[in-house]
């Protein structure tokens, strides 16, 4: 009888045990389900969030925008640089722009307004601008002065040991040759009906529609 209790007692607590061992494994099971759903549900927000406009993952497509927009920015400021100013004999400003190869314009600012025009095409560009003269080069500098003039058609001496034979060849138009110190004409210039410009190897000279011819280095 004894023995029977025993082996009884004995098989209960086994059952317990391996009873305790299942409940144990299957919590372990569900603690791991638990475990992966998030992981999963973790890697499913955070690829959601990635991919949402506005996110973190899309702020690389916004900085691409703006240094897009600093990269235009940028670009005006250097198109707006490359002109320069120059203050003038008369106190006037000059706005030089360059426009292509050998190619300026030359604004005469006064007051607030544009007064005159200057632009090279292919050969130096001058004028007569009420009494001072202004030259601009073919390589956009700028020259002018005030005083020195000729008047009409004749034979005068110029700044640099030039010499300028002027005739009168139409209604506003004059011609001038620019004689070296052996008489040969070194450069010729024809005002028709505008007035124009010459750089003689650093003398600047002008010769007006109007016939009047001025020079200075």
Request: glycine fraction near 12%; charged fraction near 20%; aromatic fraction near 4%.
């Amino acid at each position: 009888m004894s023995s029977s209790i025993t082996v009884r007692t004995a098989r209960r607590r086994t059952l317990r045990v391996a009873a305790a061992a299942l409940i144990a494994a299957a919590g372990l099971s569900l603690t791991a389900c638990n475990n992966d759903d998030t992981s999963s549900k973790s890697a499913d927000r955070t690829t959601t969030a990635a991919s949402e406009p506005g996110s973190t993952g899309t702020s690389g497509g916004a900085q691409d925008s703006e240094t897009k927009a600093d990269s235009k920015a940028g670009a005006s400021g250097k198109a707006s640089s490359s002109a320069r100013t120059q203050t003038l004999a008369d106190g006037s400003t000059a706005k030089i722009s360059k426009l292509g190869e050998q190619r300026y314009q030359l604004k005469i600012v006064s007051k607030g307004s544009v007064v005159a025009t200057l632009e090279t095409k292919g050969h130096d560009a001058g004028l007569d601008a009420n009494g001072m003269y202004v030259v601009l080069t073919l390589g956009g500098e700028v020259h002018s002065w005030m005083g020195g003039e000729h008047q009409g058609a004749g034979t005068f001496q110029l700044a640099g040991g030039w010499t300028a034979k002027v005739t009168k060849t139409g209604d506003a138009r004059y011609r001038a040759q620019i004689l070296g110190k052996d008489g040969s004409v070194m450069a010729t210039l024809d005002a028709n009906q505008h007035d124009v410009g010459l750089d003689a190897n650093g003398v600047y000279i002008v010769l007006s529609s109007g016939g009047v011819i001025s020079s200075h280095e």
